[in-house]
């Protein structure tokens, strides 16, 4: 297992078209997350499901935006109609459920870096 | 809400210099803190964390202590090298939650 995968690594799309991002977690995490990081910020969380729920999601997520992960495994971020606003890394983050308390850090991928123009 | 505050970057060090990075955060229950490092051209790692107060982090000769009385968690190593040039990101998960807030991050460049 090499981690956390996502893909592309980078996208580039005219404004106003959609784009669909794939992100595949450790095979044995049960958690994962959705952020989104702009320059010079540190990341912004935006969604995240336990196996294939989706159980929370930011204020950030408008309605152009949807998550998705059937069958608990992959999961998909689409954004509609993009806006050069959306220009930003969108990370892709899996953990393990460990009790009550963060026995377990998130492992990170390496993200995929939007660029509407 | 929740928030971390981190100083400002960057920061410049000559290697074998002492590192402190400042993280400040506010958050309504009792968080769990951390410290995550982003190389250049890298996903974010966890670097160490603390879950309960006075709880000490410490990994790869960083150490971070949970101060709950001036709800603070800042980041040392007592002598940088040049690998350890990246950005370092302060973050909490407040109580229940499973979302991490972040800090802005700060530059770390350590020159030979």
């Known amino acids: 297992d090499t981690g956390v995968s996502q893909d592309p690594r980078h996208k580039i799309t005219k404004r106003g078209q959609n784009v669909t991002f794939r992100c595949d977690p450790i095979s044995e995490h049960n958690r994962l997350y959705w952020y989104r990081q702009t320059l010079g910020q540190g990341p912004e969380f935006l969604t995240y499901?336990?196996?294939?729920?989706?159980?929370?999601k930011s204020r950030l997520l408008s309605d152009r935006f949807s998550a998705e992960r059937p069958k608990g495994s992959f999961s998909t971020l689409e954004i509609q109609r993009t806006e050069q606003g959306d220009s930003a890394m969108y990370l892709c983050a899996s953990s393990l459920r460990g009790g009550t308390t963060w026995n377990y850090g998130y492992t990170f991928g390496s993200g995929t870096r939007l660029t509407v123009v | 809400g929740d928030s971390v505050t981190q100083m400002e970057g960057p920061v410049t060090l000559s290697e074998e210099a002492f590192l402190t990075i400042n993280c400040t955060y506010t958050a309504t229950g009792y968080p769990s803190l951390f410290w995550y490092v982003q190389y250049p051209g890298e996903g974010l790692q966890l670097l160490l964390k603390a879950t309960k107060a006075d709880d000490k982090g410490s990994n790869k000769g960083f150490e971070a202590t949970y101060r709950k009385e001036t709800t603070s968690f800042h980041l040392e190593k007592g002598s940088v090298q040049v690998s350890d040039s990246a950005v370092y990101f302060c973050a909490l998960a407040d109580t229940g939650r499973r979302a991490l807030t972040f800090g802005s991050g700060t530059r770390l460049q350590v020159q030979p």
């Open positions: 499901f336990q196996n294939e729920a989706q159980l929370e």
